[in-house]
């Protein structure tokens, strides 16, 4: 157990569906950062919240948004759901971003791995 | 952000010692060097971190010459459970709004 909690594991949606994805960060941690990995796209960066608020915006779609919460969980919403977004989302959290010298990596979770049908 | 440049893949054979190359001829001052992995269907895992000369734990090494422009992760003795995708990320530097940019990282294929 890496620590970082992503609810559920796994999702079976239809396509036009919105769904909610959920990040628990490892305590202590500030900073949540999301992922996807689909088959031909490998990691890509999707966003990064510190502390509630958003710090860097990747390769999300204007269809995604995304949020952290005062107790520091996160929630990727994806809506107009599309065969494409079919993916593994990962959540990673680290304590801060802010100093290179004292960031000891990304803690991940397991993943939930989202199917569009 | 550094770009980095690594193998697509890597075969080995248990017992082994696996050097993966990384190079990361843009990397800026306060960058640190990070290498994780990944096995299928799970979140990558942290192995090691350096800054430059070298850093070993109970997993790998990792060794940066002086200019800092490559990096070499090593694994002793590989395993058939060390099959995986490995990444070099180059950065986590103190400056607002970055984050670690996977790139495809390095298949490791181990056989018996």
């Known amino acids: 157990d890496s620590g970082v909690t992503q609810t559920p594991k796994h999702l079976i949606t239809a396509t036009g569906q919105r769904v909610t994805l959920r990040c628990s960060p490892r305590s202590g941690d500030l900073s949540v950062y999301w992922y996807q990995q689909s088959l031909d796209q490998g990691l890509q960066f999707l966003i990064h919240?510190?502390?509630?608020?958003?710090?860097a915006k990747g390769n999300i779609l204007e269809r995604f948004s995304a949020q952290q919460f005062p107790d520091l969980h996160s929630e990727l919403n994806l809506s107009s759901l599309e065969l494409g977004d079919s993916a593994l989302y990962f959540c990673?959290?680290?304590?801060?971003?802010?100093?290179?010298?004292?960031?000891?990596?990304?803690?991940f979770g397991s993943g939930t791995r989202l199917t569009v049908v | 952000l550094a770009k980095t440049t690594q193998p697509i893949s890597m075969d080995s054979y248990e017992g082994q010692e696996v050097n993966i190359t990384c190079s990361h001829n843009n990397i800026a001052t306060n960058d640190y060097i990070t290498w994780y992995q990944q096995f299928p269907s799970q979140g990558p895992r942290f192995i090691i971190q350096g800054y430059k000369t070298k850093v070993t734990n109970e997993v790998a090494s990792l060794f940066i010459p002086a200019d800092r422009k490559s990096s070499t992760l090593s694994l002793p003795r590989v395993s058939l459970s060390d099959t995986a995708v490995y990444y070099c990320l180059v950065g986590g530097s103190n400056q607002a709004g970055t984050a670690l940019i996977f790139g495809k990282g390095t298949t490791l294929s181990v056989s018996s």
């Open positions: 919240y510190y502390n509630g608020e958003e710090r």
């Open positions: 990673a959290s680290s304590v801060h971003f802010g100093d290179a010298r004292t960031n000891y990596g990304y803690t």
